[in-house]
């Protein structure tokens, strides 16, 4: 019997299949806490925000939630239920970074067990609603009364949002658990760094232009006020590149549909020291490789050099700017986090082929050449590269700009070098999580001879001892352990012992004589 291929309609029905819950729990899987924070940045500054805060919220030791929250134009209830619903995508214009329709929830529910979200248009009534992980079951969303999500808006501290919108994820997944308060202060820094460094280098082109402003806060609902906002600041991981030999040079590469897009090839001098360098705690060389931009927006950083090469030291010195645009993305695919491109062979093969425009024509394998050479030459008159952690209060701005002339602070929280009353058995004593060396005001009056109130203006040579001392000590993230402490324990004895030959000894003797001479 001959098999029939033709589809008779009549003989099939419908149903309606629901996806599995393992499918939303899939969805955000390769996001972290930076990464969908900066899918949310996207959204508002898709919504035209010129100021977003990002808010840690806390209540004594407990970090409650995370807040995004904006001033740009907000949405209606219908642009609100659009915005939570899985997959539905709305017409993106042609500068939006939003590409999905998937990044509210992906990013949100990668982070936290639920979240909620409150937004207005100028003039126009405030709409809430909330998702959690059951929205599996059923796909439904708590809706919030319009008059209950105008308070909430309105009662957002610090910031006013008169259009604009509020993001809280609560009961955040990567968090910590603790009662001690020094330990939630360095987990909280430590979170508010990377966080600051992570939205710097992704939207450091809308940073630069001042077209959107950001930064981070903490709100401890106990005392119902917030701690100072830190700003977030661009990073440009282009900066310090050569402008010299013909760098940065732009190749052509011509597509296999006839079209033609530029990048741009970078070469960094050897030893470079800076945090657009230096990104992410990581020495520049391991983030060699394409910087892929879309709409001004970083997508991804290094690492990697779409096929062409792999990543090796010799090349550590070089970076490719790519920017998307209507001749090349649809050769290249992004995963629903916006976070690892993947390069099709035919644009690999066609930058292979990249050529310089103009009568020269160099190809990109002289750019990677070029790349080795200086790897080579650096070689030779390597030296040990030093980078100290930035003091702030303490030392006068002739001490810090001589500091500073010598070379580049390292990316650490600066330090702080004040005089407090310490007990006589310290010299100082050094607080890693509060970032401060505290120098005994009794001792340093004894060793300046000075009387009444000291500035911080004070005791220069003292503490300027000390920063170099111990400054090496605030470079390290996790708790100092026992060695570090008995170290700096015994610096103390020392210090001190040294202090009473010089300062106490010659006074006793002094006293000695002077009684000797019958007090003469």
């Known amino acids: 019997m001959p098999a029939r291929y033709e589809l008779d309609e009549r003989q099939w029905s419908t149903e309606t299949v629901l996806p599995d819950p393992s499918t939303i729990a899939a969805i955000g899987i390769h996001h972290n806490l930076t990464s969908a924070l900066a899918d949310l940045v996207d959204n508002s500054i898709d919504a ?7 808010r840690f919220v806390q ?14 134009r907000g949405m209606t209830a219908e642009g609100l239920k ?49 998702m959690d992980q059951t929205v599996s079951q059923d796909f439904s969303v708590g809706v919030m009364e319009p008059g209950a999500a105008n308070e909430r808006l309105d009662s957002v501290a610090g910031m006013e949002v008169p259009s604009g919108t ?22 909280r820094s430590a979170k508010l760094r990377s966080i600051r460094e992570h939205l710097g280098v992704t939207f450091h082109r809308q940073l630069r232009l001042g077209t959107v402003e950001m930064d981070i806060d903490t709100f401890d609902v ?34 296999p549909d006839g079209a033609s897009c530029t990048i741009e090839a970078h070469l960094f001098p050897p030893r ?36 062409l090469r792999l990543p090796k030291k010799e090349l550590g010195l070089g970076r490719i700017k790519i920017d998307l645009d209507s001749a090349n993305e649809h050769y290249i695919a992004l995963n629903a986090e916006k976070v690892t491109p993947v390069y099709s062979e035919d644009f690999t093969r066609a930058m292979a082929r990249a050529h310089a425009p103009g009568p020269s024509s160099s190809s990109l394998d002289s750019y990677f050449t070029d790349l ?25 701005p002739a001490v810090l700009s001589r500091l500073t002339d010598l070379q580049d602070f390292a990316d650490f929280d600066p330090l702080d070098l004040r005089f407090v009353t310490l007990p006589s058995t310290e010299l100082f004593r050094a607080d890693r999580t509060a970032r401060r060396i505290d120098v005994n005001v009794e001792l340093v009056r004894r060793i300046y001879g000075s009387e009444g109130r000291l500035s911080n203006r004070d005791g220069q040579l003292l503490k300027a001892f000390l920063y170099f001392l111990l400054e090496s000590d605030f470079k390290v993230e996790q708790r100092w352990n026992v060695i570090r402490e008995d170290r700096h324990r015994i610096l103390n004895d020392v210090l001190l012992a040294a202090f009473a030959e010089d300062f106490i000894q010659p006074n006793v003797q002094k006293d000695q004589a002077h009684e000797k001479n019958g007090g003469a």
């Open 272 to 307: 470079l020291n800076s945090a657009a360098f230096d990104l992410y705690g990581e020495p520049g060389e391991a983030r060699q490789g394409i910087y892929l931009y879309r709409r001004g927006r970083l997508l991804s950083g290094g690492k990697n050099w779409a096929g």
């Open 166 to 187: 509020l993001v809280e994820w609560r009961g955040l997944k990567d968090v910590i658990h603790t009662s001690d308060h020094g330990e939630l202060t360095e987990w």
């Open 372 to 396: 080795q050479r200086a790897h080579k030459e650096s070689k030779k008159t390597k030296r040990q590269e030093i980078r100290l952690v930035e003091p702030a209060v303490g030392l006068n």
């Open 82 to 130: 659009q915005a939570m619903t899985f997959g539905a995508r709305r017409e993106y214009g042609a500068e939006d970074l939003g590409h999905f329709g998937l990044g509210l929830k992906a990013a949100s529910l990668s982070q936290a067990t639920s979240f909620e979200i409150y937004s207005r248009q100028k003039w126009g009534p405030a709409v809430g609603r909330r």
């Open 222 to 255: 106990e005392r119902n006020r917030t701690l100072p906002p830190l700003k977030v600041d661009p990073i440009d991981p282009f900066e310090g590149s050569l402008q010299q030999d013909g760098y940065p040079r732009t190749f052509v590469v011509d597509l």
């Open 59 to 72: 209540r004594g030791t407990t970090i409650l939630g995370l807040q995004i929250i904006d001033n740009g």
């Open 48 to 54: 035209t925000a010129s100021h977003i805060r990002i």
